[in-house]
């Protein structure tokens, strides 16, 4: 697979280098600027290739996260930096990275890259070298039921994602749904769990297919789902095939009572991209500005101002997964791989996404949760859990125009 892009991005403070190095020959006065040899964090992120929408994302929670930290002195008075390779969203070039960042480049940490494919080829990375990895963008269980004991879930499981929309079909009485989404690891996990769930609420699953990566055309899925004319359209979809299977339904003259995507369409981008047809879809996020949660607010302010646009729910949680390592790194007062490795699987943190806290013994996250979220006007509002509602949802779906 040819890679648009090898080259390493570096961000030590977010600053430019010219401005930093001002700061440390004058002593950084009154900034807080750490002194010494940096702590160096690595990761790949899929900054091209399918999965570059959220990769994006995921990587400027990273750096948010870095720059914010050297802002106040950096962990242990040490500065960050984070050394980034763009794995173009392919496992092996990811896997081939990670062994590069630790066997060349001697990194002090690492941290997951993006979408559980990519994950489940570089966690046994992780493993090797006996280096602990929080995975903020894996939530497919699989990886972490290998018996690997250094790779930690960081984010809500994939079986959580769905609850929401089940809950809303069932709750409006609709009887038949179809499942679909991308044939990978994360997209799979997602299908195979609505699958289940919705078994299990006593709803009919009428249809259950999965479409191939990377796919350009959704014409013939769309049509096979209009064949089987469910009231609720369940599909596991990142960016592309969100929007692209969106629009497929729409050119097939369906229109279901439900359309759901896990999780593409949860992405800024989706509602400029779409437009008004946007509006009544739902989606998923394991994350929401709104949330009341320990330093979430200071965030979304600080993001929004740092980048002249508001973070979405992967930068929440790869800036989560920095404040979890923070807090590993602290405790334990030095770069110790094994002693940090047992404080994430033992410990709770309070993060901007809820408290982190893990099973000890597979990795898998039992802290978090996730939100099911809907277009409404132009905006994605958080529609269930009751508790943590903005809006009530709307139903049923209608294409804005036909």
Request: charged fraction near 20%; hydrophobic fraction near 40%.
């Amino acid at each position: 697979m040819i890679k648009a892009s090898r080259r390493p991005r570096w961000v030590s403070t977010i600053l430019s280098a010219a401005l930093l190095a001002t700061l440390v020959a004058t002593g950084a006065r009154g900034t807080g600027a750490a002194a010494g040899k940096p702590i160096v964090i690595g990761t790949t992120i899929s900054e091209t290739g399918a999965y570059a929408e959220d990769g994006k994302y995921a990587l400027l929670g990273y750096q948010y996260y870095v720059e914010e930290q050297n802002k106040k002195g950096g962990w242990l008075g040490r500065p960050l930096q984070l050394k980034v390779y763009d794995d173009a969203s392919d496992p092996a070039t990811s896997l081939t990275e990670y062994q590069k960042l630790v066997e060349q480049d001697h990194v002090d940490l690492i941290v997951g890259p993006y979408s559980s494919a990519v994950t489940a080829a570089v966690a046994n990375v992780a493993d090797k070298y006996k280096m602990p990895m929080l995975s903020p963008e894996v939530a497919s269980t699989a990886p972490f039921l290998r018996g690997l004991k250094y790779d930690f879930m960081a984010t809500s499981p994939a079986p959580n994602y769905v609850a929401g929309s089940i809950a809303i079909a069932k709750a409006h009485g609709y009887k038949t749904v179809a499942v679909t989404g991308e044939d990978t690891a994360f997209p799979k996990a997602i299908a195979a769990a609505t699958v289940k769930a919705t078994k299990e609420a006593g709803l009919n699953v009428i249809f259950d297919e999965l479409y191939p990566h990377n796919a350009s055309d959704y014409t013939a899925i769309a049509q096979k789902i209009k064949q089987a004319n469910p009231d609720a359209v369940l599909s596991a979809a990142y960016f592309p095939d969100a929007v692209g299977l969106l629009r497929a339904l729409k050119q097939a003259g369906f229109t279901p009572k439900e359309l759901f995507f896990a999780v593409g369409a949860t992405e800024p981008n989706f509602y400029k991209e779409v437009g008004k047809d946007a509006d009544g879809v739902l989606s998923t996020s394991n994350w929401s500005p709104e949330l009341k949660t320990q330093g979430n607010a200071a965030f979304v302010k600080g993001f929004t101002a740092y980048f002249h646009k508001p973070p979405d729910y992967h930068s929440a949680q790869n800036y989560a997964a920095l404040q979890v390592l923070q807090a590993a790194v602290t405790k334990v007062g030095s770069i110790n791989n094994d002693k940090i490795r047992d404080f994430l699987a033992t410990s709770k943190v309070p993060t901007i996404l809820g408290v982190y806290s893990v099973d000890p013994n597979t990795g898998i996250q039992l802290g978090y949760k996730s939100l099911t979220m809907q277009w409404q006007g132009g905006k994605d509002y958080v529609v269930w859990p009751d508790e943590y509602a903005q809006r009530k949802p709307i139903t049923p779906f209608q294409w804005a125009s036909r």
